[in-house]
Each structure stands twice: as C-alpha cells, then as structure tokens.
C-alpha cells in the first residue's frame, strides 16, 4: 500500500484551517489538523473531518443530471453546458435579459474557481436580477463599510488576539469559528483573552462563547440597536472622543454624537432587558481599558437594525480610540487586494427590485424579494433561475413559497453536487468536481483574517475524466451563453495562471513560486493601521454620520417597545452542522438530535407545552411542528430554533440527510421584515406564537 500525506486549506468555513490529508492507495482515509500551519496550528472540527464522508458520498452528484419528467438522465458535459446557456439566451431573448435571476449561496466564496469564474458569467448574462446569502448574512457590514469608509470591503476586523477587552454581540465562534473574523481555534484564541482580560458576550442566549466568556449580557432578540445607543451615549458622558490620532481625517462626529444624545430618554432596560447601570459599566470598562474591540456579528446583522447596528459598532471603536489601531479593529492587509483600484466599492440604488421597489446593494437585490419576482407576472418576471452553490428553499425567508415558485419556472440551472431541496426543481444539475482536484486560494477569508497569512492549496488528486472543475462549468455556460446570443466569449487562463497574475498585480512582493514553496502558509505578522491611508470616500475622510444612518435613527424614535409576553425567534449553530448542507455526512449527525426549539420552562408552561413533546410553532407567515426542550440558556421571551433543517422533501437525493428530523426555521420567514437601509433579511427576532398541537387542532 502507499500512503501519502498531502496538505490545502479546508473549504467548508471561514476559518480555513489547514488540513493535513492521507490518502492510501489514492484513496482519502483521514484527515488532521495540519499542526505546521502557522495560523490554524493544528485546529479541526468535525466538519473538517467530514470531508472524508463528502468526498465517498453516494449521492454526490458527479456527472450532470437533465430532468425527465419526475426523473433525471445522466448526460455528457459538453451537451450539459451547451444546453444551460442556450436555454438561459432562449429565456432573455423571448423575456429581456432580467427575466433570468441569479442566487450565489455561501460556498461560492470559498472556491477560487467561483470567486474568479463567475464574475465574467454574471457579467455576461447582464440581468439586475441578481441575489445572494449576502442578503441574509453581512449586508449592514458592507453598507456601513461603504458609507463610512468608501468600499464595502474595507472592514475592521477586530484584533482578537491582542485586545484586553472584547464586546461580543450576537456571534458563537466557539461553534462558528468566526465569521468576518477568520480564525482558526477561536475558541482557544478567545479563551486567552478572556484569562488575559476580558470578553463580554451579549446574546439572548448563552451560547457556548458565552460559557467560556467572563461575562454574559442577555439581550432581548433585536433589542441590540438600543443597548449600543445608551452605551455609546454613556460613553460620551465619561469622556471627550479620543480621536486625535485621526487628525482632520473624520467627518460628521460630533452630527453622530449629537444624534445618538437625541435619544438621551430612552429606558435603556425596557427596550432591550440590559439594565442601565450595567450599560454605565460596560461603557466605563470599554474605556478603561488599554485596548478594547465591538463586534457584531450575524445575530446582530440579520435583525430589523442590522445596519444602525453595525454603524454605532463602528463609531464606538472610532469613539473609544480603537478603530484601526492593534488591539482594536483594524482592516487586513492581504495580499491578493480586495479594496482598493479595480475593485467594485460598492453602491446602492443604481436600481430598484420590480414589485417591491427595493434598492440594489453592491450589485444585487435583497433574496427576501426573490418569490414575489418570479410570481408577479408582467415585465421583467423571473423565468428562468441560475443557482450556483447555493440553497435558498432551506436558506431564506419565506423558503416554503419559494420552494413552490421554483417549481413554475421555465428553466432552471444549478451548480450543485447535490439534489437537494433547491436543485431538485432544476432542469439541469451541474455537479463540480471534489474540491480536492482544484486549485484554490482564499481570496477573502485572508482579507478578514485575524492576522495577515496567506496559503495556497494545489490540487491533491486528478479529477475524474468525466468529471468537470467549477471554474471549467462556469467557463462552459457563458462560451455556451455567448454562443447562443452571438456575443464573444473570452475564457480566463486557467486558475493557477490567472491567481499568478493577480498576486502580481497585488504587489506585495510575494509571488506564486514564494506560495508554492509554503505549503503550509504563510505567517505574515499581526494586523497593522492601514485604514486611514486607504480610505475610499469622496473626501478621503471617514464619514461618521452618512445621512442614511441619520435617517433610519430618527425613525427608529417613533417604534413602540416590545410588547409583553410575545415570544422571539432566533437561530443557533452548531459544530456538527454546515449552514443547510452538510447533514448527509455520517458522522456530523451521529449522537443526540440537535434541532430542538430551546424555550424556557416558564414560557413552556404558559404555552401548555411539556417538556419534550412536538409542538406547533406559528409566525404571521408560516406554521411548522418542532420538538421543544426545556432549556434555562434562553430568558423568557426567547426561543431559539437552529436554521437548515427540513429535508424531507420529494424527490431530494440526501440518504442520510432525510432521517435527520427538524424543520425548517425559514418556513416562517417574513420576507417583508427587513433591516430596511440595507434590505438584510431580518431572520432573529421575529414573533412567533407557541402552542401544543392538541390545541392547535
Ligand atoms: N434562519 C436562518 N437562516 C439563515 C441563517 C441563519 O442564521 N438563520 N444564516 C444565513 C447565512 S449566514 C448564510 S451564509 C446562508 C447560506 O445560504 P445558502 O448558501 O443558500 O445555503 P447553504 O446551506 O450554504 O447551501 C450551500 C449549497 O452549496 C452546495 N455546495 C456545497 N459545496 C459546493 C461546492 O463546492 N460547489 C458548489 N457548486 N456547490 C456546493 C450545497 O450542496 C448547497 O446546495 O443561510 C442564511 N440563512
Ligand atoms: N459549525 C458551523 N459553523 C459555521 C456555520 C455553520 O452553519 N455551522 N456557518 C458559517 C456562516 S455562513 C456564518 S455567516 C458564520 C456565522 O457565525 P456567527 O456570526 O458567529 O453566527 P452564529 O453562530 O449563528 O451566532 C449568532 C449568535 O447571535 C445570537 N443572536 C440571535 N439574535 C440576536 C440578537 O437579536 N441580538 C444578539 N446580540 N444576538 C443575537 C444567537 O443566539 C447566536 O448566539 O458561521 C460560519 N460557521
Ligand atoms: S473550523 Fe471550519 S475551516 Fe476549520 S476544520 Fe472546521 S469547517 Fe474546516
Ligand atoms: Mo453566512
């Protein structure tokens, strides 16, 4: 038997650790953390692992399938790829070329052979019809980005690994591994901190970043926007702005500072469950100490105040001193650039969504609008669907609509290995190649990354001669589309060459060879000011106060407080699950159920619900059945239901992923419930009605 050890980064999430990989005989047989790895140093979870079960998957898709009624045929790639841009110019020729929509899901941006390949096939197929997971994930990051700094990109990461003091608002690294804030082993990395000083965790549950925190704040759902309002108010109470070291250099301040006292009467305890003395605390701390960071993550961003969320985040650092100094926020550096000349900036409203007039962000509409666009007929009607690596039935709000929409299109195409509860309302499916056959370098998680690292991962293996690369499917449909409608196509170099030309063009000196000769990657030291000399506003300055943030404040005055006794949704992750699509690997859904609605006992007794039974939970969009479990992580008022289950569904090709009970928390979506700058859906905090399914009838 031979047996050989290879290296690459793991693609599954943010955290890229590197993985040390062997294969007996050709054959992948384990998977280790790659302890040479200068960033990740050894770390892996079980997903990573899970790549073994990926990769041997029976129901991994390899050849492309073409539906046949309720069945599929395998076909040949070249009729596959020839098919999918004929039938997407058919559609626009007949339609205009809105009447193709496109969803990106979240792995397209952990395969350099979608971050590079798809730009040119979007660009081609020329429709405004564009959504993404960005809109139910970190939309208000880059709005408040792009309004205060110039570029949606242009994101302080915060510097976990040196503050004294860390603010946490809803995030769970310890289960996510970080998230606009790669790094690898956060938990280790944040259990330093909390010995070295201190992380405070606010979240309405007690998550398990919170059990390893030195303090946890709980927070009523989306109440976040009140507490950083009376924090950054105290704030401004105990001390002038310490900004000097940003010299001329910062825009509007004291018109933000004078707006957030505007709101000096708000009863900080009823809005958000925080009492005020312990916001006069926090805001005390944050300033005593020697370095002190804000993050807001997910459970923050998709909530009605996502965006003024994030924006007082920002000035909070900005406030405190901290924003782009080390042991506060601070933008990486990379070393393949994602601001600056020749990146897209960003924008908003250059268009507007068709039915329910929403502006356009940075080059895409809001996913909450996709149903209502593919269901309204008229002009510019969704008839035809692109998916690329991407669930939205599971994954956006309002998912059982779309889940019926998608089965009246006239053509749909997906890029997916799997059939899954998407894809199973395609004509054609696209499966790529394991990732393991591709070429592949981090293009953004190095750019969030919580030190400046870089790594390459070569292909370990050939793919199969009958199976075909991302970048090489992507290349096909827009020749194929370019074809159809008489345009001309240029293919890119293939991705090994094309990552040499952009490492070149990012000019930092380290070129592929210097790469090549890492395989484990490359340590390049801490996080360093940059931020002021990379600024991309209109005046160079740093603009605190964007009339849109104002905007949204002033009407945030006139909503009434929460009323008494209503129950809120929201969502919990878990290190054994992978957003929507991981339940089909063996090994992540052995052991104990994981898909349980957490509701306090108290509100279980007021609902009639015993601990343990099914029950029905109901929102103003939807009903679903979920099993409750007692739980004391959540106060009252808060139950929390995890995000990515409900795969028992015709037709879905998921052995494994079928027996996992659960159902889908977006069942009850409310697409109309948005953070309204930024059309982020607002998936946490949404009412919900709890009652036993004896009562329900
Ligand atoms: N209620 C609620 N909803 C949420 C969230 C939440 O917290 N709560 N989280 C939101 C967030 S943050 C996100 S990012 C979205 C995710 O939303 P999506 O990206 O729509 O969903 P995923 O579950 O990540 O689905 C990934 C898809 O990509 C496919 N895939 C996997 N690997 C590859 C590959 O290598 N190539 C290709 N072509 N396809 C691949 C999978 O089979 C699957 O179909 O969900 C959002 N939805
Ligand atoms: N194991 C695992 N890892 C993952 C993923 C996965 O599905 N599984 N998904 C990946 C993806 S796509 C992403 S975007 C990241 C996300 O990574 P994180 O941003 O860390 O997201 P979550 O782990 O969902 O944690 C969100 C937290 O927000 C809390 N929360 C909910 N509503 C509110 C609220 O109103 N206010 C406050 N303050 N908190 C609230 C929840 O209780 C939860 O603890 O994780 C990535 N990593
Ligand atoms: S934490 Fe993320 S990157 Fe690291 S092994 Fe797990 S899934 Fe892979
Ligand atoms: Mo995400």
New binding site residues.
Partial sequence: MSTETRFRACP????ICGLELRFDDGVLQAIRGDKDDPFSRGHI?P?GNAIIDLERDPDRLRQPLRRRGRDWETIGWDEALAEAGERLAAVQREHGEDAVGVYLG?PNVHHFGHIAYLPPLLRALRTRNRFS?SSV??WPHQLVNLLMYGHQWLLPIPDIDRTDYCLM?????V??????MTAPGAEKRLKALAARGRLV?????R????AIASEHLP??????VW?LLALLHEMAALSPPRVAHYGDRLDGLENALDAVRAFDTIDVEARCGIAAETVRRIAAELLAAPTAVVY????????RHGSL?QWLIQLINLFSGNLDRPGGALPNAPIVPVTGPGTPAGSRGRWHSRVRGLPELCGELPVAALVEEITTPGAGQIRALFTCAGNPVLSTPNGRALDAALGGLDFMVSVDPYLNETTRHAHLILPPASALTQYHYDVYFNAFAVRRVARLSVPLAERGADERGDWEILDGIGASHARATEKSWTPQSEPRELLAQWLKAGRSGIDLAALEAAPHGLDLGPLEPSLLGRLQTEDGRIQCAPPLMLDALSALSAEPPAAAGEL?L???????????W?HNAPRLIKGKPRHHLLVHPDDLLAAGVDDGARARLRSAHGVIDVDVMASDE?GRG?V?L???FGHQRDGVRLAQAAQVVGASYNDLGDPSALDAPSGNAA???LAVHLESIAAAG
Avoid: W, Y
């Avoid at 608002?169 to 690294?173: D, F, H, V």
């Avoid at 965790?201 to 549950?205: A, C, M, Y």
């Fill in positions: 599954l999430c943010e955290a979870c997903k979240n997971a994930d970190q608002l809803g995030a769970n690294p289960a996510s591994n970080g998230s606009l965790v606010v979240d309405p549950r998550n398990e970043t919170a927070i009523r759902p989306a109440g976040d507490f807001g993550r997910m459970g923050v961003s998709t909530q969320s809120r929201i969502g919990r992750r878990h290190v054994r699950s992978n957003n929507s991981m959540v808060t929390c995890p995000h990515g998936l946490n905090g």
